[in-house]
């Protein structure tokens, strides 16, 4: 049954968001019916969490109850048990799915490669978007549901960037495929240059073109990330101290940006890491006129309502462009540290084990590692609404087979990855 729900889940994600239908004020996509299939199968199988618990565990649970608090307190009862309910299948349902499930370096190896190849197959109306400037997934998905859910803003000229136009695939918007594509890289080129066979070059060479397609500056954000990060898994072994160093070195230098500059160290930062100036400024924005929201609201946020914005500003929208910004802005500073320390607890317990593993799966838990803490850093500028929550925990949920693995099975031998699945 765990097989056929991540399979299930994983096809979901790529359903165009057109797919949906109202149980009250819950908008219920394949994704979430799949989701709520899986926190069951986890609950009902709550002895298996526990054996396989870890900090990372009590931190997620931690999450929930403060959003539980943070709903009830910002609102009412029911809205805390509505919000939180869904915020809890799209976070530890997630999670335990790939948990629960991806137990084997095969099993990484499959969903890895199943993902690739769902892109890939995409490829061609990916391309179609961004050359003709019809939408074509999205218009076709309207016609049959009758829900016009696209944000009208992605048809306007904001979107185009000379002949091409920012595609979106299946999903909400650009910054999504993208990221999602991005994601996978490590695997994709980790596996071309191990193997080096045509069919891994091809599912290479689709995840760069997707990217491309988007035109969007959160999958070049990720690539540079991953490289930086490779150094940092290559040396972390033999040179932690000055990993160390670098670390506490660059927090002083930020505290000094913070003061010296009038912008500051996120206003700077964010406004340099997109493409379009406008984009950067209005980031900057979110961020400068949040801060008041949350210094009055540090710990338990604000929920669901709208944060202050000058009145002369108010044409900025309410959205929030950043995944860790907004999470800080709902539901409180202490909701952030916990994700933030469950997400590297999770990357640095592996970090510390990498060069453990025997070679033959080093290599996947070395691109689990680049693909999530990139997923962690772009987070600062993107938000990840719609599909990528639930990606985002599945994602984190997806490197506990390693830690797994190197405890039950201690032996020299190779495990039996495959070497040429099918798609």
């Not at 009758?146 to 595609?167: C, E, V, W």
């Not at 490289?227 to 932690?240: D, E, I, K, P």
């Not at 002083?252 to 996120?266: D, E, H, I, K, P």
Request: charge should be neutral; include cysteine; hydrophobic fraction near 55%.
């Amino acid at each position: 049954m765990l097989r056929i729900l991540a399979l299930l889940f994983i096809l979901s994600l790529f359903i165009p968001f057109e797919f949906y239908t109202m149980a009250g004020t819950v908008r219920l996509e394949a994704y979430r019916i799949i989701l709520i299939a899986a926190l069951v199968y986890a609950l009902l199988n709550f002895r298996q969490l526990l054996a396989q618990a870890d900090l990372v565990d009590i931190l997620l649970f931690a999450l929930i109850g403060l959003s539980f608090a943070s709903f009830w307190y910002n609102h009412s009862l029911q809205k805390a048990i509505e919000s939180t309910g869904l915020y809890a299948l799209e976070t530890l349902g997630a999670f335990y799915l790939a948990r629960l499930y991806i137990t084997t370096p095969e099993r990484f190896f499959q969903v890895n490669r199943l993902f690739i190849f769902l892109i890939l197959l995409l490829l061609p109306l990916t391309l179609y978007e961004a050359l003709s400037h019809h939408r074509i997934l999205h218009e076709l998905a309207e016609q049959i549901t009758g829900n016009q859910s696209l944000d009208y803003r992605l048809y306007t000229d904001d979107y185009i960037r000379g002949p091409l136009m920012r595609a979106t695939s299946v999903f909400a918007h650009p910054i999504l495929f993208g990221t999602l594509a991005a994601l996978f890289f490590p695997f994709a080129i980790m596996l071309f240059l191990r193997q080096r066979t045509s069919g891994h070059f091809a599912g290479l060479a689709g995840l760069v073109l997707s990217m491309l397609t988007t035109l969007s500056s959160a999958p070049l954000l990720s690539l540079i990330f991953q490289g930086v990060s490779l150094l940092l898994v290559r040396f972390w072994n033999s040179a932690r101290r000055f990993w160390v160093a670098l670390f506490f070195g660059g927090l002083a230098g930020a505290m000094l940006l913070n003061v010296l500059s009038n912008r500051g160290f996120f206003g700077l930062l964010i406004s340099y890491l997109t493409f379009n100036p406008n984009t950067g400024y209005f980031r900057m924005l979110q961020w400068k006129y949040s801060m008041d929201d949350i210094l009055d609201n540090p710990i338990l946020g604000i929920a669901h309502n709208d944060w202050s914005r000058p009145y002369w500003q108010e044409w900025m929208g309410d959205s929030i462009d950043s995944f860790w910004l907004l999470l800080t802005l709902q539901h409180g500073v202490f909701a952030t540290l916990f994700l933030l320390i469950a997400c590297f607890y999770a990357v640095f317990n592996l970090l510390n084990r990498v060069h453990r593993f025997h070679d033959a799966i080093r290599w996947m838990v070395t691109a689990w590692i680049l693909a999530f803490l990139s997923l962690i850093l772009i987070g600062f500028s993107v938000d990840y609404f719609g599909k990528l929550q639930p990606i985002f925990f599945f994602a984190l949920g997806m490197g506990g087979w390693a830690r797994y693995y190197l405890d039950v099975d201690m032996s020299p031998e190779p495990p039996a990855v495959p070497q040429e699945p099918s798609a």
